[in-house]
């Protein structure tokens, strides 16, 4: 059974940084889709970024491609969305997602992703 477990979240200032990760287990991440999306308030939830290792693919979304990293960690079957500079307007609950298609494109939508974790929240106050 696939699980994913995110952890990481939490309040921070302006300028601030926080690592959040997602913890796998009944797959390899090496071997899937993997990618972080989030939801603000009264929005629809949003692809940020995905990675594919088997496919060679990694995409970010244009407006987070200077501030935020996606990456992993196959002996600790884990990946991140590390995000740096964080801005009040980053304040959303960010999901991590996994496929095993190929469908890590340079827009991702939720429909295409057939696993979640559970949301973690991220507020950044101003």
């Known amino acids: 059974e696939v699980q994913l477990v995110e952890s990481g979240g939490g309040l921070v200032q302006a300028g601030g940084s926080l690592r959040l990760s997602c913890a796998a287990s009944g797959f390899t991440v090496d071997n899937w889709v993997l990618a972080w999306f989030r939801q603000a308030p009264g929005k629809e939830r949003e692809g940020i970024s995905c990675m594919s290792t088997s496919h060679g693919k990694m995409n970010l979304k244009d407006s987070v491609k200077d501030r935020f990293t996606i990456s992993s960690d196959n002996a600790e079957n884990t990946f991140y969305l590390q995000m740096n500079s964080l801005k009040a307007e980053h304040t959303a609950v960010y999901y991590c997602?996994?496929?095993?298609?190929?469908?890590?494109?340079?827009?991702?939508?939720?429909?295409?992703?057939?696993?979640w974790g559970q949301g973690t929240q991220v507020t950044v106050s101003s």
């Open positions: 997602a996994v496929d095993h298609e190929d469908v890590c494109t340079s827009w991702i939508a939720p429909i295409d992703f057939n696993a």
